[in-house]
């Protein structure tokens, strides 16, 4: 009888905590596109997609006015935002109004917010399926070799200007591997660089979860079980992800701590973790190598 009553309390405490995290409030933002975000804040978005030259179809959104505004992107210097790994263009919306690509549209500049193959926004492809293990074959350097190339070329297509990247984290690396391999082609294209916790050698990496990691070499058993990628977008997780952190904000920290980056301009946990996208195995073993090399280097031959 006791272990009757035991497990009667068990399965009801269960059933409460269950109701409390199917209920738990989360932000209105949570989970929503990037563009749409931008549109619900008043700002008029256009998205424009582009082939790489090695055939992936990647997107950028643009935000072209704001309600109420008279004024157009004629006379604005363009600026690229590139988010960083396993994450979208939604790392620079999700924080509301105080969002940074609000900030720096107010601020004057004409804001394009890029994607890279593989996250949500970018899963196209000339030939390859997204589901094929072909598709997954990239790394940062790709990022940076084809994605990078296809933004900036389109953007100073578009503009007629020179662009202002800024670039968040691995959204910086990709963009150091793409002046080691074509450094002239950005010469007449790039105005200024800016660096947002920005990653190139990895000799003093303090992320935990890149860290643990490279001690288990998790990437290779990654490979080995056939994985291609990590963190897939998905709405109904992301909004179970979003209800974790208000039901327990230690347990939001702790997969925050192993998944993500931590975002400074967030105001809640939850915004970060709606940012999660996908990322290839290839892209999180060549950085884990970088981690064990102590510096900056190419993917190795050997897999």
Not at 26 to 33: A, E, G, K, M
Not at 91 to 119: C, E, H, K
Not at 125 to 136: A, G, I, N, P, Q
Not at 187 to 200: F, H, L, N, S, T
Request: hydrophobic share 40%; with cysteine; glycine share 8%.
């Amino acid at each position: 009888i006791k272990m009757r009553a035991k497990l009667d309390i068990g399965i009801g405490l269960i059933l409460v905590l269950s109701i409390l995290y199917s209920v738990a409030a989360f932000p209105d933002d949570s989970c929503i596109r990037a563009d749409d975000i931008l549109k619900k804040y008043g700002y008029t978005v256009e998205q424009h997609n582009v082939t790489t030259d090695d055939g992936y179809i990647v997107s950028l959104f643009r935000i072209i006015g704001r309600k109420g505004e008279q004024s157009t992107n004629q006379d604005k210097p363009p600026l690229l935002l590139q988010h960083g790994i396993s994450a979208s263009s939604d790392n620079f919306v999700g924080n509301g109004s105080n969002s940074p690509a609000m900030f720096f549209y107010n601020q004057g500049y004409d804001v394009w917010l890029s994607n890279i193959r593989g996250t949500r926004y970018s899963r196209g492809h000339k030939f390859l399926d997204s589901s094929s293990r072909e598709y997954w074959d990239f790394s940062f350097e790709e990022h940076g070799r084809y994605d990078t190339r296809a933004f900036i070329g389109h953007i100073v297509t578009i503009t007629k200007k020179k662009v202002y990247y800024l670039g968040f984290s691995q959204g910086f690396m990709q963009l150091m591997a793409a002046f080691s391999l074509d450094p002239v082609y950005y010469q007449d294209r790039i105005e200024k660089i800016m660096g947002w916790a920005p990653v190139v050698r990895m000799d003093l990496c303090l992320h935990s979860g890149i860290l643990l990691a490279a001690l288990l070499r998790l990437p290779k058993l990654a490979q080995f079980l056939g994985l291609t990628y990590l963190f897939p977008f998905d709405y109904d997780s992301c909004i179970s992800s979003v209800r974790l952190c208000d039901f327990s904000p230690l347990l939001c920290k702790l997969k925050l701590i192993t998944s993500g980056d931590f975002l400074p301009y967030f105001d809640n946990d939850a915004g970060q973790l709606h940012s999660l996208d996908s990322t290839s195995i290839k892209n999180f073993a060549h950085i884990v190598n970088n981690v064990a090399e102590q510096g900056f280097y190419r993917y190795p031959q050997d897999g």
